[in-house]
């Protein structure tokens, strides 16, 4: 395919499944618009909603130690969340998982967030040898989604301590105004529980005894039986980023990061150098797009941005050497796993294949409605 760029947005060519109109402007602006007049059109998201949520929740959660369950990285959107439940008057317990790859900035950033707010904190730390067999084999995979056993882990706990606490509600910083783009060659199987497996088994050395993790049995347990919910709270307010962050800096002495999820080194490395040239993946390209969108940055801002380097280059052959020690990789090694043939999500064994999806697809699609 000819490089292309987004007449509206900044997405491009590198996503290998984009389309554009005869008006130039990409799938993806298309799909956000079609979701946001869908949402707008059935009032799905309001403050007043919200509202009569929060009252829900405290009434739900009277004679318990906390009414909801919240997850902190660190980052701006968990930090903000925070932030707003507090001001909702709300008791949550504050659940962050610990993967062997936080900044100090973001222990930093977490323990003073939890302190002035006065938010309680349970940390589960991963057993590393574990994690690392895990990370290794998402690595020698060579899919571009090598993140999502951490992902699927975080949303695992969330669900286990909501059960724990028997709470029903789980708030969460995922949100349409910053974050609707992405790709989906580029991020996939978040919740695949089998196409973990099938990487580990593949690639891994170890089983997997003490990793957190959910099938889609248990995502039916959790919704049907303990009947947990999931809040999407930033969809429910007017959320600008930058007016977010300039808050938090304030309020609770938050520090940027310098780029969306820089919170955790393994991240900072993946998304700075090898999605880029193993994949020719920018992931700012979808995060600045999807607030081009959202109306918190115009075209041309963000083309600017992308002129810049999103870590600059010393910092980033720090992490490379860090990241080779922490997986005892030599140069050589990792050289030859970042040349190794890309592959994508659906060339390895996950449920989309299987029966069970498909009847469990039909049973997700009534819980979400």
């Known amino acids: 395919m000819n490089y292309v760029r987004c007449s509206r947005c900044i997405m491009d060519t590198s996503d290998p499944d984009i389309t554009f ?3 130039g402007v990409c799938n993806h602006c298309i799909k956000y618009d079609r979701l946001k ?17 929060i009252e829900k929740i405290k009434k739900d959660g009277k004679n318990k130690q906390y009414d909801c369950i919240i997850g902190v990285s660190g980052g701006v959107d968990s930090t903000y969340v925070a932030y707003k439940v507090k001001e909702y008057g709300l008791r949550p317990l504050a659940v962050h998982l610990d993967n062997s790859w936080n ?30 067999d895990l990370q ?25 301590m909501a059960a724990k606490e028997k709470t029903r509600y789980i708030i969460m910083g995922t949100n349409i105004a910053t974050e609707a783009i992405m790709p989906s060659k580029w991020a996939a199987g978040h919740t695949d529980w089998m196409y973990i497996k099938s990487i580990h088994n593949q690639f891994g050395k170890s089983k997997l005894k003490d990793f957190p993790h959910y099938s889609m049995l248990d995502y039916a347990k959790y919704k049907l039986v303990y009947k947990q919910k999931e809040i999407s709270l930033l969809n429910y307010i007017n959320y600008n980023k930058a007016e977010a962050m300039e808050i938090i800096e304030e309020k609770l002495d938050w520090k940027n990061y310098g780029g969306k999820h820089f919170e955790s080194i393994y991240t900072r490395f993946i ?4 999605l ?3 994949f020719g993946i920018d992931k700012r390209k979808a995060h ?4 081009i969108c959202s109306g918190q940055m115009t075209r041309e801002e963000a083309l600017k941005e992308l002129e810049h380097d999103s870590y600059p280059l010393e910092k980033v052959n720090e992490d ?4 080779l020690k922490k997986f005892g990789l030599s140069e050589s090694e990792f050289d030859q796993i970042l040349n190794s043939p890309k592959k994508y999500y659906m060339d390895y064994p996950n449920m989309t294949t299987t029966l069970t999806y498909k009847i469990g697809k039909k049973l997700y699609e009534i819980i979400r409605k």
């Open 103 to 132: 900044s100090e900035l973001a222990v930093s950033n977490i323990e003073k967030t939890l302190k002035k707010l006065n938010i309680d904190l349970y940390t589960h730390v991963l057993d590393w040898e574990e994690f690392k």
């Open 21 to 23: 109109n005869n008006m």
């Open 288 to 291: 600045l797009s999807t607030l």
């Open 37 to 53: 007049i869908l949402l707008d059109d059935k009032n799905i998201y309001s403050e007043s909603k919200l509202e009569q949520i």
């Open 271 to 274: 998304q700075s150098y090898v």
């Open 320 to 323: 490379k050497q860090y990241v």
């Open 276 to 278: 880029p040239v193993k």
């Open 136 to 160: 290794l084999s998402f690595l020698k995979a060579s899919v571009p989604d090598m993140e999502i056993p951490t992902d699927h882990a975080i949303v695992s706990l969330l669900y286990k």
